[in-house]
């Protein structure tokens, strides 16, 4: 079984900083893309940020120049340095992977609140 566990998240103040960190575990044999996606109450979740094996990245453009997305593909860990945070960015932020195990699916980690203060 695989778990995707995620931290970092918190209260900051605009223009402030924060680190999300996501790890895999479990039976894996091998990790395809990590990735962020964020969701507000009354919204759907929306992609932010993806990073694939070979470290190829993808953003959404509001996040942009501000985000930068990273893996350690030895902890099977993906990580998300967020700078000069905007209130807009606040919501939470789940973990996305595509994991082989013996079969090939998608994985969602619980989730971690971000909140700016404007």
């Known amino acids: 079984q695989v778990q995707l566990v995620e931290s970092g998240g918190g209260l900051v103040q605009a223009g402030g900083s924060l680190r999300l960190s996501c790890a895999a575990s479990?039976?894996?044999?091998?990790?395809?893309?990590m990735g962020w996606y964020r969701q507000v109450p009354g919204r759907q979740r929306e992609f932010v940020a993806q990073?694939?094996?070979?470290?190829?990245?993808n953003y959404v453009d509001s996040v942009q120049g501000r985000f930068t997305i990273s893996r350690d593909n030895a902890k099977n860990t993906v990580y998300l340095q967020m700078n000069s945070l905007k209130a807009g960015d606040t919501a939470v932020y789940y973990c996305?992977?595509?994991?082989?195990?013996?079969?090939?699916?998608?994985?969602w980690g619980q989730g971690t609140q971000v909140t700016v203060s404007s």
């Open positions: 990073i694939t094996s070979d470290g190829s990245t």
């Open positions: 996305n992977a595509l994991i082989f195990t013996g079969t090939l699916r998608q994985y």
């Open positions: 479990g039976s894996i044999f091998s990790i395809n893309f």
